[in-house]
């Protein structure tokens, strides 16, 4: 949890000083960069200033606490395809949105990076296997693709990928292999509670509103936008702020109060209560489960196994939007967004990177 914090930390450090040095044009204009390099030091330098922290939560601190200790095998060479893969993903996006407010303002900029993002959630399972090298196997649920997706990782829990209407299952190889039947059918049943209560659908509309509405405030604020080099560096600066911070504090409201609705919905449509209660440790971010004061929780995206077995059986029926904070940090890799890689829960661990942990 506290890794994941100094990574935050760090990167909101480093983005405040550089928007208030960005406010005095002179530190841009003394030595004039071509724009080109402007964006290989934007993905380079976020590749490499997370190093540590990827270090530090994938290998030392597991190593430490005991904790994880089977994703270690060949973490080097795991992190080195995924970062460098993500950072060609900057690139691209980066030259993307250099060109669009180059040539078509903030509008044409604003448009262009909502069809990236509509582009990253429909190819999610392939931006995943650019990123990780998956062996799957597929299967058929009540109509809807699963995929199960093989790795070492225990805290990898997959989710619902596509967009709404065009979904598919990732679930991990590990559960198929070690859950019993009933506590499978349970996970897949919260998730076709997802579609089934729209609670999925609404997790998207949200995530992708928010970062879009993100992306135009920072678009609109920096003067010129992304249509040159500093201005695209700017832009992704405090783009990534306002991100971020809003689902960290808007989005995980929703996020929460889905999984208790999900868990209600099973529950009360005939599933095992002592079932129920016992998958709750699979989906659990074991990261962000700490001793936390109740402010401090609400700012969590997954309650922890206490909480949902308090709600499970409550009447009182909860909305939620699924999945709505970490579907947001993965969308913002269309803005480039520096903290893609900080949360607690997938620092260090390229297997989560794209399909974040949660319900």
Known sequence: MWAG??????????????????????????QPLQDWVWLLLLSGGHL????????????YLPNRYQQYRNIETGWWKRWARAAVVQAFFYLLFGLWLLTLGRYLGPVGTIGGMALVMLLLVGLQVWVARATVSWESFFDNHKGKLVIYLVNNDPGFTGGISGIPGMEVFIVPDMWRQSMSEKMLKVIQGRRHGALQTLAHAKGFLLAFVWTLLSFAVAVLLVPGGTGTGPGLVMTVALFSVISFAGSTILLSWFNRRAVWEIDRWVFYRGGDADVIRQSFEFTTVKEEQLDLPRWQESLVAMPGPASRAEHMARQKNQKGAWNARHQSVFMAWAGLSLFSRALPAVLGKPERWVFLPGD
């Open 5 to 30: 914090i100094s990574a935050i930390l760090f990167w909101s450090v480093l983005i405040v000083v550089f928007l208030w040095l960005g406010l005095n044009t002179k530190t841009f204009t003394r």
């Open 48 to 59: 490499l200033l997370s190093l540590p922290f990827d270090w530090l939560g994938g290998v």
